[in-house]
């Protein structure tokens, strides 16, 4: 991968957050597409790098219900996820939080709890959000523990929401307030 990388938006210990790169676009499509990767991610039709460009150029026009990040480790110099605060309801002050670390490899280092606190700051301290959510499938205790380990509060659980793997399973929904958020 290019050692160069554009201007960081956001900096962090391990990773940077950075605008998406359209010449990272294969990349994008690559871990969605990824059977370990889109399997949390409720990537259910293969995606194109046609499909991925259109999709990106659409938050361009209009009110922006989405803003999106690159996830770039900082040692190793290269894109390995991204991140974005989803479904911005402008009015209301919220958003759900959406986190997909692409790279297999670099699961289970810390990188997803650093990112939800940086996208976390984000939205609370910079976009003035109210509230944040995350949407964490049943099996995927590790996306919980990251939250969890944050501060985000479980609220409910939505049984049967979701379809994977042949079978339905339970949707657990998280979040926090920007009081809560703003103490520590």
Avoid at 6 to 19: A, H, K, N, R, V
Avoid at 40 to 56: C, D, G, N
Avoid at 85 to 105: M, S
């Amino acid at each position: 991968m290019d050692d160069s990388k554009p201007s960081t938006f956001i900096q962090g210990e391990l990773i940077d957050l950075l605008p998406l790169n359209s010449e990272h676009i294969k990349l994008y499509v690559k871990w969605v597409n990824d059977p370990k990767v889109r399997i949390y991610a409720r990537s259910v039709l293969p995606q194109t790098v046609e499909e991925m460009k259109k999709f990106l150029e659409s938050q361009e026009k209009g009110e922006r219900t989405f803003i999106e990040f690159e996830i770039w480790h900082r040692i190793d110099k290269k894109p390995i996820g991204d991140l974005g605060l989803f479904n911005i309801n402008w009015l209301d002050c919220k958003a759900y939080i959406g986190l997909i670390i692409g790279e297999p490899e670099y699961w289970g280092q810390g990188i997803g709890t650093e990112a939800v606190k940086l996208i976390t700051d984000y939205g609370f301290k910079e976009l003035n959000l109210n509230k944040l959510y995350a949407i964490i499938f049943a099996p995927n205790r590790t996306s919980r523990r990251c939250f969890e380990k944050k501060r985000y509060k479980y609220e409910v659980v939505l049984k049967q929401d979701v379809f994977i793997d042949g079978e339905f399973l339970d949707t657990y929904l998280y979040s926090i307030l920007k009081e809560n958020w703003m103490k520590s």
